[in-house]
């Protein structure tokens, strides 16, 4: 068992902290470098995102786990900001360590944080500028300031179109609420061929499905779409169910009344005269006879999700018993559908949609992994679109943001009395640390371009001056257009500062349990670490003096087998065992 009190913890969190913060450090800014991963099923990851990274490390350190948790809370939460904040929190828990050495008690330090972060968020607000979310050039600007740092930077247009194009399209009005949901309605469809520039948001759905029956019509205009949640099948009972049958016309009635089912259920979609039937059940082949003969095409075993989402494209309910279908259920916004063959497998695409509330977004690419990781920085993009929809503010990008903070609280701090100052400085020192990476990334010098960047900012108005990733100058960003949502700024340096703040607390890390390897079970005190043998005999009532010998030996930890071990049939009575603990000399 192994035991960290007081200090000697303290640094122990903080080692393991920076350690995290220092894996990640290169993946900032618009020069990151990529990680390259093995995962443990043999698959490639390849990405500068900080929570793809971290989430395929694996850690031992309880402090490192927690570091590690705070990048899926970023990305879950606001997803953007997944490498600053870890940066961030390892740079903050850093400035601690100073104070930890001399002797400055932790609730001291953390309190000064807390402190620091509430004047942090009211000069956030006070640099942030309001934005129109429906001026589509601004939110490009946006959506391009995160692209911008990820590896489909080169294809940033078509990127931020796609984003901005999906975010709109689920964006709708409940009850007076604003509802985004990208993680439902917005599908991104990863199809390996072709070319990156050929990705699109689709003005509808696409399911990888085919017609169930060779014969029906692959191509409709305007169709009439039915949505079923019920298989088109002959019904079975629930428990195993024997019939008898004595007569031939008997069995013939039975087959009757079979067809005669699947037929009823049919006459009540065929009622509504339906082109289309989406069913997430099975189709038989009689009802897909029955349909065809109507000119009805059908496609089944449709994921629910997929269901859900074209039931918002078209406007159609689903249903889950066919007597219960009515006109108002048929949905009939859907311009085109029409199957399609890309590369070896056919797709179903439901297109020109009137005001469709859910799209598929088709991104084609050279191989997975590199359409994985332009998913990833879609799914980014997006979270950011749709933050900004929430919180229409922004605030500078290129570490202007925090070098604003870092000046003025450090003005603020020479106001503060007693030894809080002090810690309330490292925060904004801190702070520094996303320039200051920006700047080392693109290989600038980063004490010159700081300097500068510093001089600019201690005038008030310049709070805007901030580094240009590309090639580590100083630019205004008013001019160079990059801004990052006021959302996510707000919750890195909450999520930063937190769990530093929780980290010092620690006191005492206690790991491992005490495993006393005794010899149990009788042996003598003296012989602790002396293999055990243990020979059991399998024998049984209908033939007592048959048995079937199994040697088990277990040195330390668990008993392992030397010979196979006898299965008694199932007619045996409970096999009786026969323990014999013997020693093993030499």
């Known amino acids: ?3 960290e009190q007081g200090r000697k913890a303290q640094i122990s969190n903080i080692q393991s902290a920076k350690v995290i913060s220092d894996i990640i450090r290169t993946c900032l800014g ?12 043999g698959g490639i990851v390849m990405t500068n995102d900080g929570n793809a990274i971290l989430r395929e490390v694996e850690v031992a350190h309880p402090a490192a786990k927690s570091m590690i948790e705070l990048s899926r809370t970023q990305d879950e939460e606001v997803g953007d900001g997944t490498t600053s904040v870890i940066i961030l929190a390892g740079e903050i828990l850093s400035s601690a360590l100073p104070f930890i050495e001399r002797n400055i008690h932790p609730i001291t330090i953390i309190a000064a944080y ?6 942090a968020l009211i000069i956030m607000k006070d640099i942030s500028i309001e934005v129109d979310i429906n001026n589509k050039e601004e939110m490009m600007r946006i959506i391009k300031s995160t692209i911008g740092t990820k590896f489909v930077s080169r294809w940033s247009d078509l990127m931020c179109g796609l984003a901005y194009d999906a975010v709109k399209c689920v964006n709708k009005e409940v009850d007076g609420k604003r509802e985004v949901d990208i993680k439902r309605y917005a599908r991104v469809e990863k199809i390996p061929g072709g070319e990156i520039d050929e990705s699109r948001v689709l003005d509808g759905i696409l399911v990888n499905k085919d017609v169930t029956h060779p014969k029906m019509r692959r191509t409709i205009e305007k169709p009439r779409i039915v949505l079923l949640d019920c298989p088109l099948e002959y019904k079975k009972g629930e428990s195993q169910t024997n019939v008898e049958v004595t007569d031939e016309a008997h069995w013939a009635r039975l087959l009757e009344i079979e067809e005669e089912q699947v037929k009823e259920m049919c006459d009540h979609i065929i009622r509504l005269k339906p082109d289309l039937v989406f069913t997430e059940k099975g189709v ?10 109507e000119n009805i095409t059908a496609i089944r075993r449709v994921r629910k999700t997929d269901n859900h989402r074209i039931s918002r494209a078209v406007g159609a309910t689903i249903v889950n018993r066919v007597e219960d279908l009515k006109e108002a259920d048929v949905g009939t916004g859907c311009g085109l559908f029409e199957v399609r063959k890309i590369g070896d497998e056919y797709f179903t695409f439901l297109e020109k949609c009137e005001d469709p509330k859910a799209c598929t977004i088709l991104l084609r690419g050279p191989s997975k992994d590199v359409l994985q990781e332009i998913d990833r920085n879609l799914q980014d993009a997006m979270c950011v679109a749709r933050n900004v929809m929430f919180e229409p503010r922004l605030c ?11 000046v003025r609280l450090g003005e603020q701090a020479k106001s503060i009395s007693g030894v809080e100052q002090y810690p309330y400085k490292a925060v904004a020192e801190a702070l520094e640390v996303i320039p200051r990476t920006l700047v080392q990334n693109c290989g600038g010098n980063a004490i010159k371009i700081l300097t500068q960047l510093r001089a600019k900012h201690a005038v008030a108005e310049n709070f805007s001056w901030g580094i240009d990733g590309e090639n580590g100058k100083i630019v205004d960003m008013h001019t160079y ?8 700024k707000a919750q890195t340096i909450k999520t930063a500062i937190e769990s530093a703040c929780l980290l010092l607390r620690v006191d005492d890390i206690v790991s491992g349990i005490s495993k006393r390897e005794g010899g149990g079970g009788g042996a003598p005190p003296n012989m602790e670490d002396a293999p055990e043998v243990c020979l ?10 048959m048995y079937s010998p199994t040697v088990l030996l277990r040195n330390t930890g668990q008993w392992r087998a030397l010979s196979n071990v006898y299965r008694p ?3 045996f009575l409970p096999v009786i065992y026969v323990q014999l603990f013997l020693l093993l000399v030499g």
């Open 284 to 293: 038989s082949d009689l009802a897909q006879h029955f349909l065809m003969k």
């Open 536 to 545: 059991i005999l399998h024998c049984s009532a209908d033939f007592p003096m």
């Open 30 to 41: 618009p020069r990151a470098m990529l990680k390259m991963l093995l995962d443990p099923m």
């Open 396 to 406: 500078p990008g290129g570490g202007a943001t925090e070098m604003a903070l870092a």
């Open 569 to 571: 049939m199932q007619n």
């Open 481 to 488: 257009g990059v801004w990052e949502p006021h959302a996510v």
């Open 1 to 3: 068992m192994e035991r």
């Open 114 to 119: 807390k402190k620091a972060l509430e004047n």
